[in-house]
């Protein structure tokens, strides 16, 4: 019975993020391939996995459908985020946009195929990191989130961090790296490509994804910014 309630969590977590089908490819059992059994460590790690999805699924019940600020007036559907429970890396935005309020999903727009095509130039899938934004609802003309919407939300961003521990974060454009540094009225182009630390997790500020569909200049910077995070992320 345990199991069958461990499996329906599961279940629900993907439906959360929007998953039609388990990402997950059956086998074929007829055939007479020998099944790999996992070693000890891969046992640990689907523990720790499964740990990890069912505590976002309580955060996410938590939140519920969330009054807690005026954001909440006028948005869609509430952007929890997503991606691996167990990734060492995690990027983090400012807030939702229109695309993202209409599906529910983060980074789903033409702001998205940025982050995607930078995700992949880094050697890994959309499915292996994990994405959120500071706040989980779409500001109105896609406008910053104001001060009292941040605070009523960052709760919520802290206990996915907790619960994920990424080795490294990047922060996406100037509000997320605000909020992650607190440190107010920052320029992005002055903190961009230098680590700080939030909560002992080093994070690496770059430009939004928008930013760089306005200036596609800047997009080597953002290069070089990621290319810093891999070598963290070799060290670690």
């Not at 993907?14 to 059956?26: H, K, V």
């Not at 807030?95 to 995607?116: I, N």
């Not at 050697?123 to 959120?132: E, L």
Request: hydrophobic fraction near 35%; charged fraction near 35%; charge should be positive.
């Amino acid at each position: 019975m345990k199991k069958l309630v461990e499996i329906k969590d599961v279940l629900e977590f993907y439906r959360m993020l929007g998953f039609e089908r388990l990402p997950i490819e059956l086998k074929d059992f007829n055939k007479t391939d020998k099944i790999k059994r996992p070693v000890s460590n891969e046992i640990t790690s689907i523990k720790n996995c499964r740990s990890k999805e069912k505590a976002l699924i309580e955060l996410r019940k938590e939140l519920g459908d969330c009054k807690r600020c005026k954001l909440s007036q006028k948005r869609l559907n509430i952007v929890f985020g997503e991606g691996n429970p167990e990734a060492k890396l995690m990027f983090i935005g400012e807030a939702p946009g229109r695309e993202e309020d209409e599906q529910g999903r983060p980074f789903v727009g033409e702001a998205g195929m940025v982050l995607t095509r930078l995700i992949e130039k880094m050697g890994f899938k959309r499915t292996d990191v994990y994405i959120a934004n500071i706040v989980k609802c779409r500001p109105p003309m896609n406008r910053d989130p104001e001060p009292d919407e941040i605070e009523l939300c960052k709760g919520f961003l802290e206990k996915q961090i907790e619960i994920i521990n990424p080795k490294v974060i990047m922060s996406l454009g100037r509000i997320s790296a605000m909020t992650l540094s607190g440190i107010n009225k920052l320029k992005i182009t002055a903190i961009r490509g230098k680590f700080f630390y939030f909560k002992d997790i080093p994070v690496m500020p770059t430009f939004h994804p928008a930013y760089l569909m306005r200036n596609p200049k800047d997009k080597w910077l953002t290069w070089n910014d990621a290319q810093k995070v891999l070598d963290k992320l070799a060290e670690k």
